[in-house]
Protein backbone atom coordinates (compact mmCIF):
# COMPACT_ATOMS: atom_id res chain seq x y z
CA UNK A 1 0.00 0.00 0.00
CA UNK A 2 1.33 3.36 -0.87
CA UNK A 3 1.86 5.81 2.23
CA UNK A 4 0.45 9.32 2.05
CA UNK A 5 2.43 12.05 0.51
CA UNK A 6 1.32 15.46 1.20
CA UNK A 7 2.26 18.34 -1.31
CA UNK A 8 2.42 22.18 -0.31
CA UNK A 9 2.25 24.57 -2.57
CA UNK A 10 2.44 28.09 -2.15
CA UNK A 11 0.90 30.53 -4.61
CA UNK A 12 1.55 34.66 -4.92
CA UNK A 13 1.00 36.60 -7.92
CA UNK A 14 2.47 34.03 -10.54
CA UNK A 15 2.08 33.96 -14.32
CA UNK A 16 -0.95 31.72 -15.01
CA UNK A 17 0.56 29.66 -17.51
CA UNK A 18 2.83 28.66 -15.23
CA UNK A 19 0.66 28.17 -12.26
CA UNK A 20 -1.25 25.66 -14.29
CA UNK A 21 1.43 23.69 -15.87
CA UNK A 22 3.20 23.18 -12.24
CA UNK A 23 -0.54 21.89 -10.91
CA UNK A 24 -1.06 19.43 -14.02
CA UNK A 25 2.30 18.37 -13.97
CA UNK A 26 1.26 17.21 -9.49
CA UNK A 27 -1.95 16.15 -10.56
CA UNK A 28 -0.39 13.98 -13.45
CA UNK A 29 2.31 12.09 -10.87
CA UNK A 30 2.53 7.73 -11.16
CA UNK A 31 2.02 8.07 -7.19
CA UNK A 32 -1.40 8.92 -6.42
CA UNK A 33 -1.85 8.63 -2.80
CA UNK A 34 -0.94 12.34 -2.10
CA UNK A 35 -2.99 15.35 -1.14
CA UNK A 36 -1.79 18.50 -2.72
CA UNK A 37 -2.43 21.74 0.01
CA UNK A 38 -2.36 24.98 -1.64
CA UNK A 39 -2.12 28.25 0.08
CA UNK A 40 -2.50 31.40 -1.83
CA UNK A 41 -0.62 34.35 -0.13
CA UNK A 42 -3.40 36.97 -0.95
CA UNK A 43 -2.41 37.56 -4.51
CA UNK A 44 -3.80 40.74 -5.92
CA UNK A 45 -4.24 38.92 -9.66
CA UNK A 46 -7.36 38.33 -10.41
CA UNK A 47 -7.55 35.54 -11.98
CA UNK A 48 -5.26 33.61 -9.29
CA UNK A 49 -7.94 32.74 -7.26
CA UNK A 50 -10.87 31.57 -9.38
CA UNK A 51 -8.54 29.02 -11.72
CA UNK A 52 -7.71 27.64 -8.06
CA UNK A 53 -10.81 27.13 -6.76
CA UNK A 54 -11.39 25.67 -10.42
CA UNK A 55 -8.80 22.83 -9.87
CA UNK A 56 -9.91 22.63 -6.30
CA UNK A 57 -13.56 21.49 -7.36
CA UNK A 58 -12.46 19.34 -10.14
CA UNK A 59 -9.33 16.52 -7.86
CA UNK A 60 -10.84 16.00 -4.65
CA UNK A 61 -6.99 15.85 -3.29
CA UNK A 62 -6.58 19.30 -3.33
CA UNK A 63 -7.36 21.57 -0.41
CA UNK A 64 -6.59 24.90 -1.08
CA UNK A 65 -6.15 27.39 1.72
CA UNK A 66 -6.84 31.72 0.20
CA UNK A 67 -4.78 33.85 3.27
CA UNK A 68 -6.52 36.92 3.83
CA UNK A 69 -3.13 39.23 3.85
CA UNK A 70 0.33 38.48 2.89
CA UNK A 71 1.94 36.01 5.10
CA UNK A 72 5.48 36.22 3.27
CA UNK A 73 7.21 32.97 1.56
CA UNK A 74 8.59 31.88 4.49
CA UNK A 75 5.52 32.14 6.80
CA UNK A 76 3.28 30.86 4.08
CA UNK A 77 5.18 27.71 4.23
CA UNK A 78 5.25 27.35 7.75
CA UNK A 79 1.36 27.75 7.98
CA UNK A 80 1.42 24.84 4.89
CA UNK A 81 3.44 22.31 7.21
CA UNK A 82 1.19 23.52 9.97
CA UNK A 83 -2.01 21.69 7.99
CA UNK A 84 0.29 18.33 6.86
CA UNK A 85 0.00 15.53 8.82
CA UNK A 86 1.29 12.41 6.36
CA UNK A 87 4.44 10.30 6.88
CA UNK A 88 5.93 12.34 3.52
CA UNK A 89 5.50 15.89 2.60
CA UNK A 90 7.29 17.62 -0.49
CA UNK A 91 7.84 21.21 -1.01
CA UNK A 92 6.52 22.55 -4.40
CA UNK A 93 7.13 25.56 -5.87
CA UNK A 94 4.32 27.73 -8.28
CA UNK A 95 6.29 27.51 -11.54
CA UNK A 96 8.10 24.55 -12.12
CA UNK A 97 7.64 21.40 -14.07
CA UNK A 98 7.09 17.81 -12.16
CA UNK A 99 8.37 15.02 -14.15
CA UNK A 100 5.90 12.10 -13.83
CA UNK A 101 7.90 10.25 -11.50
CA UNK A 102 9.35 12.95 -9.01
CA UNK A 103 6.55 11.35 -6.35
CA UNK A 104 7.35 7.92 -6.52
CA UNK A 105 10.90 7.90 -6.89
CA UNK A 106 11.37 10.21 -3.97
CA UNK A 107 9.21 8.06 -1.72
CA UNK A 108 11.33 5.04 -3.22
CA UNK A 109 14.65 6.66 -2.00
CA UNK A 110 13.37 7.70 1.36
CA UNK A 111 11.99 4.03 2.79
CA UNK A 112 15.17 2.60 0.66
CA UNK A 113 17.79 4.56 2.24
CA UNK A 114 15.63 5.34 6.19
CA UNK A 115 16.87 8.75 6.37
CA UNK A 116 15.16 12.16 7.01
CA UNK A 117 15.22 14.14 3.99
CA UNK A 118 15.96 12.93 0.39
CA UNK A 119 16.71 15.95 -2.57
CA UNK A 120 16.97 15.49 -6.55
CA UNK A 121 18.18 16.84 -9.13
CA UNK A 122 16.68 18.92 -11.39
CA UNK A 123 16.50 20.77 -15.26
CA UNK A 124 16.87 24.07 -15.57
CA UNK A 125 14.54 25.28 -17.59
CA UNK A 126 13.71 29.22 -19.20
CA UNK A 127 9.82 31.09 -19.31
CA UNK A 128 9.25 28.36 -22.70
CA UNK A 129 9.93 25.79 -20.15
CA UNK A 130 13.00 24.81 -22.59
CA UNK A 131 15.67 22.91 -20.99
CA UNK A 132 19.11 25.42 -20.43
CA UNK A 133 21.02 23.11 -17.79
CA UNK A 134 20.62 19.65 -17.80
CA UNK A 135 21.92 19.11 -14.77
CA UNK A 136 21.63 21.45 -12.09
CA UNK A 137 23.53 19.66 -9.68
CA UNK A 138 26.53 19.98 -11.41
CA UNK A 139 25.59 23.42 -13.10
CA UNK A 140 24.99 25.11 -9.37
CA UNK A 141 27.78 23.12 -7.50
CA UNK A 142 24.96 21.35 -5.10
CA UNK A 143 26.58 19.26 -2.47
CA UNK A 144 26.15 15.65 -2.83
CA UNK A 145 25.55 14.12 0.90
CA UNK A 146 24.82 10.46 1.99
CA UNK A 147 23.96 10.07 5.34
CA UNK A 148 25.01 13.07 7.65
CA UNK A 149 27.80 15.72 7.14
CA UNK A 150 29.16 18.54 8.44
CA UNK A 151 27.89 20.58 4.95
CA UNK A 152 24.75 20.05 6.19
CA UNK A 153 25.37 22.37 9.13
CA UNK A 154 26.97 24.86 6.66
CA UNK A 155 24.59 24.78 3.55
CA UNK A 156 21.61 24.12 2.18
CA UNK A 157 21.33 21.29 1.32
CA UNK A 158 19.17 20.97 -1.68
CA UNK A 159 16.46 23.53 -3.11
CA UNK A 160 13.37 22.83 -1.13
CA UNK A 161 11.35 21.77 -4.25
CA UNK A 162 13.44 19.34 -4.78
CA UNK A 163 13.15 17.81 -0.99
CA UNK A 164 10.81 15.37 0.42
CA UNK A 165 10.76 15.28 3.92
CA UNK A 166 9.39 12.70 6.98
CA UNK A 167 7.24 14.02 9.27
CA UNK A 168 9.19 13.96 12.44
CA UNK A 169 11.42 17.11 10.80
CA UNK A 170 7.85 18.87 10.23
CA UNK A 171 7.49 18.56 13.82
CA UNK A 172 10.42 19.68 14.44
CA UNK A 173 10.77 22.75 12.30
CA UNK A 174 7.60 24.33 13.44
CA UNK A 175 6.78 26.63 14.78
CA UNK A 176 9.14 28.91 12.98
CA UNK A 177 11.38 30.62 15.27
CA UNK A 178 12.09 34.40 13.90
CA UNK A 179 15.80 33.66 12.47
CA UNK A 180 14.14 31.37 10.05
CA UNK A 181 15.60 32.76 6.40
CA UNK A 182 14.58 29.12 4.42
CA UNK A 183 12.42 26.38 4.89
CA UNK A 184 15.01 24.15 2.33
CA UNK A 185 18.13 25.05 4.64
CA UNK A 186 16.12 24.33 7.86
CA UNK A 187 14.58 20.97 6.55
CA UNK A 188 17.79 19.85 5.65
CA UNK A 189 19.08 21.10 9.09
CA UNK A 190 16.78 19.22 11.07
CA UNK A 191 17.13 15.64 8.68
CA UNK A 192 20.88 15.42 9.74
CA UNK A 193 20.50 15.73 13.21
CA UNK A 194 18.05 12.66 12.66
CA UNK A 195 18.24 9.83 10.81
CA UNK A 196 20.53 11.37 7.92
CA UNK A 197 20.03 12.90 4.00
CA UNK A 198 20.51 11.21 0.67
CA UNK A 199 19.75 12.13 -3.36
CA UNK A 200 18.59 11.16 -6.34
CA UNK A 201 20.95 12.13 -9.52
CA UNK A 202 18.15 11.90 -12.28
CA UNK A 203 16.37 14.96 -12.80
CA UNK A 204 12.93 14.76 -11.59
CA UNK A 205 11.57 18.11 -12.34
CA UNK A 206 12.12 21.53 -14.49
CA UNK A 207 13.35 24.08 -12.43
CA UNK A 208 12.01 27.80 -13.98
CA UNK A 209 14.47 30.57 -13.88
CA UNK A 210 12.84 33.96 -15.15
CA UNK A 211 13.05 37.60 -14.70
CA UNK A 212 11.01 37.92 -11.82
CA UNK A 213 13.69 34.80 -9.73
CA UNK A 214 14.92 37.34 -6.59
CA UNK A 215 18.17 35.06 -6.51
CA UNK A 216 16.83 31.37 -6.96
CA UNK A 217 18.75 29.45 -10.16
CA UNK A 218 20.90 32.18 -11.22
CA UNK A 219 24.52 32.08 -11.66
CA UNK A 220 26.98 34.61 -9.48
CA UNK A 221 27.50 36.99 -12.60
CA UNK A 222 23.86 37.46 -13.21
CA UNK A 223 23.29 38.40 -9.63
CA UNK A 224 26.36 40.62 -9.63
CA UNK A 225 24.90 42.54 -12.49
CA UNK A 226 22.19 43.01 -11.20
CA UNK A 227 23.44 44.76 -8.04
CA UNK A 228 25.93 46.74 -9.95
CA UNK A 229 23.01 48.19 -11.92
CA UNK A 230 21.45 48.99 -8.84
CA UNK A 231 24.38 50.05 -6.47
CA UNK A 232 27.24 51.34 -9.38
CA UNK A 233 30.66 49.91 -9.65
CA UNK A 234 32.44 51.34 -6.80
CA UNK A 235 34.74 48.93 -3.97
CA UNK A 236 32.28 50.09 -1.76
CA UNK A 237 29.28 49.05 -3.68
CA UNK A 238 31.32 45.57 -3.80
CA UNK A 239 31.64 45.32 0.09
CA UNK A 240 28.34 45.82 0.59
CA UNK A 241 27.41 42.68 -1.73
CA UNK A 242 29.80 41.09 0.03
CA UNK A 243 28.46 41.54 2.96
CA UNK A 244 24.35 42.13 2.48
CA UNK A 245 23.92 39.65 -0.55
CA UNK A 246 26.64 36.83 0.41
CA UNK A 247 28.05 36.74 4.10
CA UNK A 248 25.09 37.80 5.61
CA UNK A 249 22.34 35.93 3.24
CA UNK A 250 23.58 32.78 2.41
CA UNK A 251 26.06 32.01 5.44
CA UNK A 252 25.73 33.73 8.36
CA UNK A 253 21.77 34.19 8.89
CA UNK A 254 21.79 30.63 8.11
CA UNK A 255 24.36 30.25 10.83
CA UNK A 256 22.23 31.67 13.22
CA UNK A 257 18.99 30.31 12.52
CA UNK A 258 20.35 26.47 12.71
CA UNK A 259 21.56 27.54 16.10
CA UNK A 260 18.70 28.11 17.38
CA UNK A 261 17.22 24.72 16.24
CA UNK A 262 20.10 23.11 17.12
CA UNK A 263 19.70 19.74 19.90
CA UNK A 264 23.46 18.23 19.47
CA UNK A 265 25.93 19.87 21.55
CA UNK A 266 28.96 19.51 18.92
CA UNK A 267 26.65 21.17 16.04
CA UNK A 268 26.32 24.59 18.89
CA UNK A 269 29.50 24.07 19.29
CA UNK A 270 30.42 24.07 14.93
CA UNK A 271 27.83 26.71 14.66
CA UNK A 272 28.95 29.37 17.43
CA UNK A 273 32.49 29.13 15.72
CA UNK A 274 31.13 29.49 12.39
CA UNK A 275 29.32 32.50 13.42
CA UNK A 276 32.62 34.10 14.63
CA UNK A 277 34.18 33.27 11.04
CA UNK A 278 31.91 34.87 9.23
CA UNK A 279 31.52 38.08 11.19
CA UNK A 280 35.39 38.23 10.83
CA UNK A 281 35.28 38.20 7.46
CA UNK A 282 32.81 40.85 7.21
CA UNK A 283 35.22 43.07 9.31
CA UNK A 284 37.86 42.58 6.83
CA UNK A 285 38.33 44.83 3.76
CA UNK A 286 40.95 43.67 1.51
CA UNK A 287 42.28 40.34 2.32
CA UNK A 288 41.67 37.93 4.99
CA UNK A 289 44.10 35.45 6.05
CA UNK A 290 42.13 32.62 7.97
CA UNK A 291 41.23 30.30 5.22
CA UNK A 292 41.43 27.34 7.05
CA UNK A 293 38.54 27.64 8.70
CA UNK A 294 36.75 28.11 5.17
CA UNK A 295 38.10 24.56 4.28
CA UNK A 296 36.96 23.54 7.41
CA UNK A 297 33.30 24.32 7.37
CA UNK A 298 32.30 24.96 3.52
CA UNK A 299 34.99 22.38 1.42
CA UNK A 300 33.39 19.56 0.10
CA UNK A 301 32.62 16.99 -3.03
CA UNK A 302 30.95 18.63 -5.96
CA UNK A 303 31.93 22.60 -4.75
CA UNK A 304 35.19 22.88 -6.63
CA UNK A 305 33.80 25.80 -8.45
CA UNK A 306 32.05 26.76 -5.61
CA UNK A 307 34.52 26.82 -3.26
CA UNK A 308 37.29 29.18 -5.78
CA UNK A 309 34.34 31.73 -5.91
CA UNK A 310 34.04 32.16 -2.60
CA UNK A 311 37.54 32.10 -1.36
CA UNK A 312 38.23 34.55 -3.22
CA UNK A 313 34.51 36.91 -2.00
CA UNK A 314 35.85 35.86 1.48
CA UNK A 315 39.39 35.85 1.65
CA UNK A 316 40.26 38.13 -1.41
CA UNK A 317 37.82 40.71 -1.90
CA UNK A 318 40.11 43.03 -3.73
CA UNK A 319 40.89 40.42 -6.47
CA UNK A 320 36.48 39.84 -6.41
CA UNK A 321 36.23 43.26 -6.96
CA UNK A 322 38.13 43.70 -10.47
CA UNK A 323 35.88 40.96 -11.30
CA UNK A 324 32.98 42.69 -10.53
CA UNK A 325 33.66 45.75 -12.15
CA UNK A 326 34.44 44.72 -15.29
Not at 248 to 267: I, V
Request: charged share 30%; glycine share 4%; aromatic share 12%.
Amino acid sequence: MQEEVEILLTTYNTKIEYLKQQIESILNQTYQNFKLLISDDASTKKEIKPTLEAYQKQDNRITLYLQEKNLGYNKNFEFLLKQANAKYIMFADHDDIWYPQKVEKSVEKIKKEKVDLVYCNANQINEKGEVIQQNYFTYKNVPLIHGKHKLAIARCIGIGCSQIITNEVKDKMIPFTDKVIAHDWLASFVANEGKGIAYIEEPLFGYRLHNTNVFGGRSLSQNLARWKEENGNAYQAYLKYRKEKVIDKAYLDGAKMCLQYATDQENRRILEDMIKYYESLEKSKYINFHIIKYFKFLAGKNLLKKMIKEIMIFHIPVLGYLIYRK
